[in-house]
C-alpha cells in the first residue's frame, strides 16, 4: 500500500539500515562472496567467500544467478517502485541509484560476462512492467489501453538495459547525470501519468 511504501521511504530516508534483518544480512554476506564473474566462480567458492555453508547458500538462492536480481529487485521497492506512488520520477531515480550504487562493485564483477542468466533480458523488465501498471492501475486509477502498455512494456526493457549498462562498466558514478538522463528516456505519456509533482527543492534530499 501507499502507506507501506511512506513508511520504507521515510526509513531509508532517515538512515535506517534497511539490511538490518538476520535473513538480508545472511543474503548480502553471500553477495559479497561473489569476487568474479558468476560465469567464472563456483557455489563452493561463493560459500568460502562468505564463511557460509551450501545449505545455507540453497536456503537463500536457487542458484547463483539469482544473487544479483535479488539485490536489484529488493532495492526497487524503496525508491523505484514508489514513482507514481509516493515520490515523482527525479527523486525515485536519484535514490534508486544511489542505493545500487553502494554495491556497484558487485554488479561490475559478477555481471560483467555472464551470459547463462536471464538477468536484465526478462526477469528485471518483467518485474518493473509488473510495477509500473500496477502503479497506473491501482494508485492512478489509469486505464491502461494498447498504447500505454506498448509504452510500458518498452521502457522497461529500455531502463533495465541501461541500468545494467552503467552498473556493469567502470565509468565513474554520477548520480545526478543519470538521473537527468533516465527522466529523460521516459516517455512522454508515461511520464506525465505518474508525476507526482514535488517542490524542487525537496528532491533528492529525501
Known amino acids: 500500500t501507499g502507506t507501506v511504501g511512506d513508511c520504507m521511504l521515510m526509513d531509508l530516508a532517515h538512515g535506517n539500515d534497511i539490511f538490518e534483518s538476520p535473513d538480508i544480512r545472511t543474503k548480502m554476506k553471500i553477495l559479497h562472496g561473489v569476487n568474479k564473474s558468476l560465469d567464472q566462480i563456483t557455489i563452493s567458492e561463493i560459500c568460502a567467500n562468505a564463511g557460509v555453508s551450501r545449505q545455507t547458500f540453497y536456503r537463500h538462492f536457487e542458484s547463483k544467478y539469482d544473487i544479483p536480481w535479488w539485490h536489484s529487485i529488493f532495492c526497487r521497492q524503496f525508491y523505484l517502485n514508489e514513482i507514481g506512488r509516493t515520490i515523482d520520477w ?42 509500473l501498471l500496477e502503479t497506473l492501475e491501482r494508485y492512478r486509477r489509469v486505464s491502461v489501453d494498447h498504447n500505454m502498455m506498448f509504452l510500458v512494456e518498452i ?11 552503467w552498473f556493469r562498466s567502470d565509468q565513474p558514478t554520477n548520480l545526478a547525470q543519470w538521473t537527468d538522463d533516465l527522466v529523460s528516456l521516459v516517455p512522454d505519456r508515461l511520464f506525465r501519468a505518474l508525476q507526482i509533482e514535488v517542490p524542487s527543492k525537496v528532491r533528492r534530499s529525501v
Open 155 to 165: 521502457f522497461s526493457k529500455l531502463e533495465c538495459e541501461v541500468l545494467n549498462d
Open 90 to 131: 527525479e527523486t525515485g531515480y536519484y535514490h534508486h541509484l544511489r542505493l545500487i550504487d553502494q554495491e556497484r562493485d558487485f554488479y561490475r564483477k559478477s555481471i560483467q560476462y555472464s551470459i547463462n542468466t536471464p538477468f536484465g533480458q526478462t526477469v528485471m523488465p518483467e518485474n518493473r512492467k509488473t510495477v
